[in-house]
């Protein structure tokens, strides 16, 4: 397996593809994780279709819309939940999981919140009463070239442009930046949340730092008039994929911790806590 920073930094939202389909080997080790179990961190666990283009028509497959904004998909990944609390996180935590396979394997990838036909991708992935279908993502090799349409995007909503470790890390309370030096063997953990991929590229959360307590608290700021979609906020969902790459590399560093929900987390209004890591020791 790649080192889980290698295939970070390796992941970005592409919107232009390959017209060709994905080789045999490569869907099957895909698909065998797609459609194993998924567990997030506070016990939610949501499921995941892929839908190919091999098993429609070429009219039930036009009307799997994304706007004009993804370009030659021949395959999508569903994911699909049953809202309630944390689940939306738990989502994004175990979406990204499998997003980082795709980008592993040598796939493109892009996480679609907003730009995609919901009621067409829900009735080709079987979405059930109660459950939402939040995001689909498609998953081919990346074109030659990218789209106008996907450069035009990518400037729109400054992709290209992640926040600075003082706007999103700190060290004990908001009035203190955590340095690279201060996270010691964090470092490498808090860097790969802030290339996480977020809903506009809003980045929305910040982590604060109790050396004491050893837990690392994430809040989540909430861009003001930010679209909820149906009953799940693509922010949520933002925090778990945050918490994923926060997750995975602790994990391979050998730093131990677990999630939690901490009742002793102080309040940082206007910040919304959400859960905290706590290192083991
Ligand atoms: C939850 C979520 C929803 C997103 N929805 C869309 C979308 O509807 N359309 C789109 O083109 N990109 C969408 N994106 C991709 C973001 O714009 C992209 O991750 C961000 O600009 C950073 O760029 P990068 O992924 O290339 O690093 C979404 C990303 C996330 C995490």
Redesign the pocket.
């Known amino acids: 397996m790649a080192p889980v920073s290698d295939v970070i930094l390796k992941r ?2 592409c ?1 232009s593809y390959a017209d060709r389909p994905i080789e045999d080997s490569i869907l099957r080790q895909f698909s065998d994780t797609v459609h194993g179990p998924h567990l997030g961190p506070f016990g939610h666990q949501p499921r995941f279709e892929l839908i190919s283009i091999a098993s429609m028509s070429r009219e039930e497959w036009k009307k799997l819309g994304t706007y004009g ?1 993804i370009k030659n998909a021949r395959l999508f990944l569903a994911g699909i939940f049953l809202p309630a609390p944390m689940a939306a996180e738990d989502y994004g935590y175990c979406k990204e999981k499998l997003i980082l396979k795709a980008t592993e394997l040598g796939l493109g990838t ?6 995609f036909a919901i009621s067409a991708f829900g009735r080709a992935a079987g979405v059930r009463e109660k459950e939402t279908l939040p ?1 689909v993502s498609p998953i081919g090799y990346a074109a030659d070239r990218r789209s106008l349409t996907e450069r035009i ?1 990518r400037r729109v ?1 400054g ?1 290209d442009h992640r926040k600075p470790w003082p706007e999103l890390f700190f060290n004990g309370s908001l009035s203190w930046p955590l340095s690279p030096d201060e996270a010691g063997p964090y470092a490498e953990v808090l860097e790969n949340v802030r290339l996480a ?5 809003k980045q929305p959360w910040r982590i604060v730092c109790d050396k004491t307590r050893k837990t690392f608290s994430f809040y989540i700021s909430r861009a003001i008039g930010y679209r909820q979609l149906r009953e799940v906020s ?1 922010q949520d ?2 925090m778990g ?1 945050a918490m994923c790459h926060f997750g995975l590399t602790a994990n391979e560093l050998g730093l131990k911790g677990s999630w939690r929900k901490d009742d002793a987390a102080p309040q940082l209004k206007p910040l919304e806590y959400v859960a905290s890591w706590q290192a083991d020791g």
Do not use: K
Not at 110 to 115: A, N, P, Q
Not at 197 to 201: R, V
């Open positions: 970005y939202s919107r904004v892009c996480w679609l919140g907003g730009t995001s995007m909503v992709s991929p977020s809903a506009s590229n693509l969902i933002d994929i």
